[in-house]
């Protein structure tokens, strides 16, 4: 990592060592444990961020290539965001949820101009496990079903109903969960879980899922969730075709096609939303994390025909926050970087690089089992050897925290046998350069003690 100099400390002023060791002290008595991993309560603790760097008490910087928890896509303290914020904080920062706003009806006509038609109708949440929540609430009433779906390997957040789509882990020790809630076969075509190979499968994943949601189902099915690619679990990019199919075996049984774009719309992956290769268009999609460039909201945006029918059962929905003015202006500002920044084409720049370096650690490193990903949210898979594609846990945990240590923060995913790179749109190629340079030195470290 470089560590920042700070001979210049005025006089009497606090030594970073001994204020990060009271502050972690004060977290050991007061924050609760469950929320991180417990190695964190020996440091570092960030001070700052800018771009696609944070900062520790020590000076220290880090090369941030998860993107915070994925809500700083668009570079840590963007510029325009803080200017967004700043203006809401002169203005007007809560508002009555029963009535309209400036900022709120800004933010929803962009995404009614941003998104294909027929989805003009947006309302709004705090976080994205909120706006899956209200996705299936609108199924469930516009449908007169109950039961959801959901691709084995998703993430929807860990509220209790949005974890009971969850299917990617968190689960265990957390029940019991909706009993209206039920898995589909992922398409994980480096594992596939029917041990067939695409194309000439078919989309037997999808065939055979079908026919449990028709054997589970006790009248009618409401809804399908899914993310346009599996981001916590396993950067899982399904094969083209996939959610089209998906969206055609939901219609022919009344069902409506929900799709979790938080993690991967907005420019992420290469295209405005995660689902735009498909050239199809979901009945309800829901996007968070960089939606707020950093700051805490999500959005639900449907159809006029959907929300005719679930307004019409008297269903009002809203949080205290849910059109706050300040969430709403950093929204609006973040959908305008997207748009005026070009943040796809920096997602297809970014992305290239990575897996350019990626591709040449492939031909070195055995451990490497798969690579795949789009735009700016890139995996590799490490197995203990290629044939038996036996997962590396240990090596992958092993990696993780020698890199973070070395100034290089990613997420690694599956128990440690997948590292999950998602560097923000900041992110200049020297620094991807920088970040894969780190990565290259521990593997040869790792596999040299192997």
Request: proline share 5%; charged share 20%; hydrophobic share 40%.
């Amino acid at each position: 990592m470089t560590t920042v100099e700070h001979s210049g400390r005025p006089a009497g002023a606090a030594d970073p060592g001994l204020r990060e060791r009271e502050l972690l002290d004060t977290a050991q008595r007061y924050s609760f444990r469950g929320r991180i991993d417990t190695s964190a309560f020996s440091g570092p603790v960030f001070a700052s961020a800018r771009g696609s760097v944070v900062t520790d008490l020590h000076g220290n910087d880090y090369l941030d290539f998860n993107s915070g928890q994925m809500c700083a896509a668009l570079g840590h303290n963007h510029p325009r965001i803080l200017a967004a914020i700043q203006e809401a904080c002169e203005t007007m920062l809560h508002a009555h949820s029963s009535h309209f706003n400036v900022k709120e009806i800004e933010l929803a006509a962009k995404l009614g101009e941003l998104l294909p038609d027929p989805l003009t109708r947006s309302l709004f949440g705090e976080s994205g496990a909120d706006a899956n929540e209200l996705a299936l609430l609108l199924a469930r009433i516009y449908t007169g079903g109950r039961e959801v779906f959901s691709p084995h390997v998703s993430y929807h957040g860990l509220s209790a109903s949005a974890r009971s789509v969850t299917f990617a882990g968190w689960r265990r020790g957390h029940g019991p969960l909706s009993g209206d809630s039920y898995a589909l076969l992922a398409p994980y075509c480096y594992r596939c879980p029917l041990a067939k190979s695409f194309p000439s499968c078919g989309f037997a994943c999808l065939d055979a899922s079908f026919e449990l949601v028709d054997a589970q189902a006790t009248d009618q099915p409401a809804a399908v969730i899914t993310e346009p690619l599996f981001s916590a679990g396993g950067v899982i990019d399904p094969p083209k075709g996939w959610l089209a199919r998906l969206r055609e075996l939901c219609h022919e049984r009344g069902m409506l096609l929900v799709v979790d774009d938080e993690q991967t719309g907005l420019g992420k992956l290469g295209t405005m939303f995660g689902f735009t290769d498909e050239e199809i268009v979901p009945d309800i999609v829901t996007l968070a994390k960089h939606l707020g460039g950093g700051v805490g909201i999500s959005s639900v945006t449907t159809t006029d025909a959907i929300e005719d029918k679930v307004v019409e059962t008297g269903l009002t929905v809203t949080r205290s926050h849910s059109n706050d003015p300040l969430l709403c202006a950093a929204g609006s500002a973040s959908i305008d970087i997207v748009v005026e920044e070009d943040v796809p084409a920096k997602a297809r720049a970014l992305g290239a690089r990575l897996r350019e370096h990626l591709t040449a650690l492939i031909e070195r490193y055995e451990i490497i089992g798969d690579l795949r990903g789009r735009g700016m949210l890139v995996g590799v898979e490490l197995v203990k050897d290629r044939d038996t594609k036996e997962p590396a846990f240990e090596a992958g945990n092993e990696i993780g925290r020698r890199c973070f240590e070395a100034g290089l923060i990613f997420s690694v995913r599956r128990g440690g046998s997948v590292l999950r790179f998602v560097p923000p749109a900041s992110t200049t190629l020297a620094q991807i350069d920088q970040g894969m340079e780190t990565l290259a030195k521990v593997l040869e470290e790792v596999s040299a003690a192997s």
